[in-house]
């Protein structure tokens, strides 16, 4: 059923008994005239109450929906990565300055992590960290659908660190971070997660990715 008609019966609905118009006549069309406006009415009424949620925000709407949650968006960021963080905005100022808040805030960006507090091999290092990064929502992360090739034609449809991304990454970081706390170093595995889970220790020589980057 349209919301024209919804809005039709509506208004029938609202007749006192045995005076509903004959169907087809004056009476009916101005009835129908009259659902019709309801209907436009009601459209433009959800179409703004639309704007009011980062779900469902345009892209004008939902900076301004970022701005009163204290959020900008990054250089390249991806419009559903932003809407995303935006989503997720009061939660993530519940956890900022925390481990689970770090995590939080690289996941909604797109990001596996994984996060070294280094107090745990020296205690006297206990501000620093080591993350270890691997592209989880890779439309919010990467460009690589979008380097001229064709599909199927024979390249290789590899991962890749997208250009504003490296930067984007250590924003994210500075955001989130405790404001005492250091990265040590921040490294990018432009693959699926799969390097951490071969069995071994932490630091006990194995190669963590090849093809890992460096960002920080």
Do not use: C
């Amino acid at each position: 059923m349209s919301l024209q008609e919804a809005a039709y019966r509506h208004l029938l609905a609202l007749l006192p008994p045995g005076r509903y118009p004959r169907e087809g006549g004056a009476a009916d069309g101005m009835v129908r005239m009259l659902g019709g406006l309801e209907a436009r009415l009601l459209e433009e009424a959800f179409s703004i109450l639309a704007q009011a949620f980062p779900q469902t925000a345009g892209e004008e709407a939902l900076a301004e929906i970022a701005r009163g949650r204290g959020l900008g968006r990054f250089l390249g960021e991806y419009l559903e990565a932003f809407r995303e963080r935006v989503r997720v905005a009061r939660t993530f100022w519940e956890l900022a300055g925390t481990l689970p808040g770090l995590f939080l805030w690289l996941r909604a960006a797109g990001y596996r992590a994984v996060v070294r507090e280094h107090y745990l091999d020296d205690p006297n290092t206990r501000a620093e960290f080591s993350i270890w990064l691997w592209p989880e929502v890779f439309n919010y992360t990467t460009d690589r659908w979008d380097d001229g090739g064709t599909w199927d034609d024979g390249s290789s449809w590899d991962y890749a660190v997208a250009g504003a991304e490296p930067s984007r990454i250590l924003a994210l970081v500075r955001e989130v971070k405790p404001a005492h706390a250091r990265p040590r170093g921040i490294w990018y595995i432009p693959g699926p997660y799969d390097a951490w889970d071969d069995g071994g220790l932490w630091d006990d020589g194995g190669n963590w990715g090849a093809n890992a980057i460096q960002i920080s």
